[in-house]
Each structure stands twice: as structure tokens, then as C-alpha cells.
């Protein structure tokens, strides 16, 4: 049998312009989700946590905190994009498309829209991308753009910890 581990994140050289990678799994978003992190984040707009509020607006029931959609989104990205990353560089345009509702179950894609290596360091390079987030629908419901410092292979700090093997129960 064989040890396999698996590196968390990519680094800069795994990363190829116009490749686009798909996260899993989704992300349901529940009605405790939202109201914990509405409160947690000071956002007592009525519209996430007064249902009553909410079912007399134009959606006719709560909106997920927008600020909600996007930490779950970058979140769901983790692995793949910034595991390995040595920082976060920038966000920009973010857009909400559309609303996203209790219930909703949130899926996110991204394009890799350019990488160059960094002009101070020959260890690292920058990578900018686009993540699309769609719900069960496939509908876009939110979108933006980062730049992230990526270190190269050969530089990455990758250790992999220690799993203590478990014997086998005895019955």
C-alpha cells in the first residue's frame, strides 16, 4: 500500500492563463449561517435578520449578508488557489449579481487570468484571478477579482505533518 499526501494549495507554476478551476463541494447557506454572522458582523440590517421586515420587501423574504456570499466564496477557493499563498495582495470588483437566499447553496469557479514573476524576489510570482459564484441554479450571484504572492515550487514551504498510523481494532 502506498502513503499518499497531498499538498494544500498550489504553487505559482501549477498555475496556467485561462485555465479555469472548479470548487467542491458547494456551500449551503442556512438561516443560523446568516443570522450568526450578521450579528457577529454588526450588520443588523433588517433585511438579514427581521423576516417579518424582510417578507414586506421586494425579494419577499431575508437576503443573505452580502459579506456572507463573499467569505464563504473565498473560502470554497482555499485549497486550490491560496493554500500555499504567502499573502493576499488585493480584491477588487466585487459585484453582487443577484440576491442569494437562506436555503441557497453557493458553487464558485476561477479563471486564471494572468501570472508574472515578481520583479523583487525570484522566489514568487503574482497571480491574478477572477472567481465567478453561482447558486443550485446556476445563476451568477456574485463575482471578483485578486491578486495573490505565490511562492514558486522550489521555494514553498510544504511540510506535511505527521499522521500516527491507527492499528487496526481488534474485535
Known sequence: MA?????????????VEGDT?????????TESDDMMFSLLALNQHPLHIDSHYASQSQFKQNLVNGTLVFSVAVGMTVNDISGAAIAMLEYENIKHVNPTFRGDTLYAHTEILEKRESKS????????VETKVTNQREEVVMTYRRKLLIP?????????THTPKI????I
Open 3 to 15: 502513503d499518499i499526501y497531498t499538498p494544500f494549495g498550489r504553487v505559482y507554476e501549477d498555475f
Open 21 to 29: 478551476i472548479h470548487h467542491w463541494p458547494g456551500r449551503t447557506i
Open 121 to 128: 524576489k525570484n522566489d514568487r510570482g503574482i497571480v491574478y
Open 152 to 160: 514558486k515550487r522550489e521555494f514553498a514551504n510544504r511540510p506535511y
Open 167 to 170: 492499528e487496526e481494532a481488534k
